[in-house]
Each structure stands twice: as structure tokens, then as C-alpha cells.
């Protein structure tokens, strides 16, 4: 059955079944619907839940005290199962200040299984279970109430299947002997910095390998501003300066507002605002002998053919594996460990003995 929850009460009446659930050590599966296309932070806007043969569909914008739920996801004999959990996990962070712990995330499993990085729900369904979902709400905008019977039923599905897929997945992981590996790779959903956003870490988004000093240090200093305002603002960082707009800024110097105003940097209505702000940041930027960003030379064609050796082996031990070959490493890691003879996602973990030795290997020989 599927259930709306969107009264105190009738959350209220689930604490047994709550319960119940934390004193067996069952499991739960989760997903969340939310909107971010306006806001800096995802608005967390619904969150199902998957009990046994149950789903229950909570709407959190209609519930003041989820005390309740919060409790159930910080429970650690509650195993959590997702699909795709890391947007999960950062808005569930972001929104009820908690962070679902143990998880499962079943399209981890998945790429551990040899099947797409990027498998989707409704397509891993479909592959394992043989069931076709609708897809036809996946665009839907779920700050609207009420909530129609096609949104409750889409949202039901995306957590009626999870406990089943868990069973197949967990069987093939521990039969293949990657458990162990899955579960040093799903440490990092815990990693809450991940989820805060530090203004102070916003240029590490941009590149600025091709900036000299003083431009490397403006756009640094524009991006933690940009980042600090979209964030007390709650509003998307675009909405203050557009990418393309900060490398502008950061490329010309414009030393006063009128000038930043006269390149169009802003809208019309923030400019009056903003411009007189960027040009003091610029102004006022002190710069330093270090590089933020170092200039990356194109490879020749000897190191061309190198890396090509490099990704001929990956792809040999992915199969050999049955791993996703982007899960055990993408190309910019392997061009990384190439340049530089160091990884720490290649040289350490499961990914050491697997990839990371054998490609660094290849590259000392060359």
C-alpha cells in the first residue's frame, strides 16, 4: 500500500511502526523529491519510505516536527538503501541537519557488478527485476500541492523495489568477494564537508590553470564572495554571476563599478549592487607567489601513447573484474597518476592492488 503522510498526526501514528523497525535491525529503503533550480540549497519538498510491502510518501513542507524521521535515519541497526544516494544524502543533510547511516546504495552495487556507473533506477529495475516503471512525473514539480495520485505513485515506486534489488546485488557482491570493497567505497557518503559548502573552497569548482597570479587570486576572491552571497541569499550562484561573467570579471580587471557595469557582468537590477562590490574584491585582492591553479601542458605524442597503454589496462582489468570501468578509475586519473606518479585514489584502498599499482607500473616503465 501507499500511504500520504502529510499531517503531525498521522506521522505521529507511525512511531510504532518505527519502532518496531529499529528494534529488528530491519531495513529501510529511501528516496527523496526536492526542487533546486531556484535555491542554493535543494528544497527538500517529499520523502518516501519503504517498510516491508508499504510505502509511505511523508511531505515534509507540511510537517513542522520530523523528529521522528530524523531519529530513524541516525539509527545504525537500520540499514538505509538508495538509489544513487549521494543527492539524497545532501539534501537529507542540508534539510533535517542529519545524515542516513549505515547505507546500501543500490546503484553503487550495481557498477561493483560489472553494470553502467550511472545505471538508473528505473533501468536497474527493469534489468533485474523485470519490471517497467513510468517515468512520466520525472520532471514534475513537487513544491505544488496537492500532491496528485500520478506524482504519490511515482514517488511509491522509487522505493517499493529497493529491498528486493538489495537482495540480488548483496548475493552477487559477497559472492564475487567485493563487499568489503563496496563498503570502503560507500565511506564516503559519510563525509558531511562534502555536503556543507565552504565559500572559501568555491574556486576549486572553476579552472584557472591558463590566469596569471593576479588573475588566479581575483577569481578566487570573486568566487568565495559569489559563493557567500548566493549562500545567505539562498538563491543559485548564477544568479549573481554567471560562470563565463567571473572569468570575465577575473580577465579584464575592471577597476571600477561603472566599468563592470558597462561590460554587462550583471543583470540590471543587481548591478547596482553587486558592480561596486566586485570592483573593491578586485581592488583590494592580495596576490601571492604561489599559483592557486598550474597550467597543464597537452600531452605529446609519446605520453599520448603511454596513457593509451594506461587505458587499455583498465579497461582489460574492469572486464576482468566485472567492474564498472568508471567506477575503478576515469581517464583524468589515470592522465593524473601519469603526470605526477601519485594518486590517492588509485594508490590506496581496493583500487591499489586492483588498477593503481599496475597503471603506475606502466607509467615508471615508459
Request: aromatic content about 6%; proline content about 3%.
Given at each position: 500500500m501507499n500511504y500520504l503522510i502529510?499531517?503531525?498526526?498521522?506521522?505521529?501514528?507511525?512511531?510504532?511502526?518505527?519502532?518496531?523497525?529499529?528494534?529488528?535491525?530491519?531495513?529501510?529503503?529511501?528516496?527523496?523529491?526536492f526542487l533546486r533550480e531556484k535555491t542554493y540549497h535543494a528544497k527538500l519538498c517529499l520523502v518516501q519510505l519503504g517498510i516491508g510491502e508499504d510505502q509511505y510518501c511523508i511531505d515534509v513542507l507540511a510537517i513542522a516536527d520530523l523528529s521522528l524521521l530524523e531519529e530513524l535515519f541516525i539509527d545504525t541497526a537500520v540499514v538505509k538503501l538508495f538509489h544513487a544516494a549521494r543527492q539524497d544524502m545532501e539534501v537529507i543533510w542540508q534539510s533535517l541537519k542529519v545524515l542516513p547511516k549505515p547505507v546500501f546504495d543500490t546503484q553503487l552495487a550495481a557498477?561493483?557488478?560489472?553494470?553502467?556507473?550511472?545505471?538508473?533506477?528505473?533501468?536497474l529495475?527493469?534489468?533485474?527485476?523485470?519490471?517497467?516503471?513510468?517515468?512520466s512525473q520525472a520532471r514534475t514539480d513537487w513544491t505544488r500541492r496537492p500532491l496528485t495520485s500520478k506524482q504519490l505513485e511515482y514517488a511509491a515506486e522509487d522505493v517499493a523495489h529497493l529491498v528486493r534489488l538489495h537482495a540480488l546485488l548483496k548475493e552477487a557482491l559477497d559472492e564475487a568477494g567485493k563487499f568489503a570493497w563496496f563498503e570502503e567505497e560507500i565511506e564516503d557518503l559519510y563525509e558531511v564537508e562534502k555536503y556543507d559548502a565552504d565559500p572559501a573552497k568555491a574556486y576549486q569548482r572553476l579552472s584557472g590553470g591558463n590566469l596569471n597570479l593576479q588573475q588566479q587570486y581575483v577569481l578566487q576572491a570573486l568566487a568565495e564572495w559569489r559563493e557567500s552571497m548566493a549562500k545567505d541569499r539562498d538563491i543559485p550562484r548564477s544568479w549573481v554571476v554567471r560562470d563565463d561573467k567571473l572569468y570575465e570579471l577575473a580577465t579584464k580587471l575592471p577597476t571600477s563599478a561603472d566599468e563592470i557595469i558597462e561590460l554587462g557582468i550583471f543583470g540590471r537590477r543587481s548591478a547596482p549592487r553587486?558592480?561596486?562590490?566586485?570592483?573593491?574584491?578586485?581592488?583590494?585582492?592580495?596576490?601571492?607567489?604561489?599559483?592557486?591553479?598550474?597550467?597543464?601542458?597537452?600531452?605529446?605524442?609519446?605520453?599520448?601513447?603511454?596513457?593509451?597503454?594506461?587505458?587499455?589496462?583498465l579497461k582489460e582489468q574492469a572486464q576482468q573484474q566485472e567492474i564498472a570501468q568508471g567506477l575503478l578509475a576515469t581517464r583524468r586519473?589515470?592522465?593524473?597518476?601519469?603526470r605526477h606518479g601519485r594518486s590517492d585514489k588509485l594508490l590506496s584502498g581496493w583500487r591499489e592492488n586492483v588498477i593503481g599499482n599496475k597503471l603506475l607500473n606502466i607509467a615508471q616503465r615508459a
Open positions: 502529510d499531517e503531525q498526526s498521522a506521522l505521529d501514528a507511525l512511531q510504532p511502526l518505527f519502532t518496531e523497525l529499529r528494534a529488528e535491525g530491519g531495513m529501510l529503503a529511501v528516496d527523496t523529491e557498477a561493483f557488478c560489472g553494470m553502467d556507473l550511472q545505471l538508473g533506477h528505473t533501468a529495475v527493469a534489468e533485474k527485476l523485470g519490471v517497467e516503471l513510468s517515468k553587486f558592480a561596486p562590490q566586485a570592483a573593491r574584491i578586485i581592488g583590494d585582492t592580495q596576490v601571492e607567489n604561489t599559483a592557486l591553479w598550474r597550467k597543464v601542458d597537452p600531452l605529446d605524442k609519446q605520453q599520448k601513447g603511454v596513457v593509451s597503454v594506461m587505458m587499455n589496462e586519473d589515470v592522465e593524473s597518476l601519469f
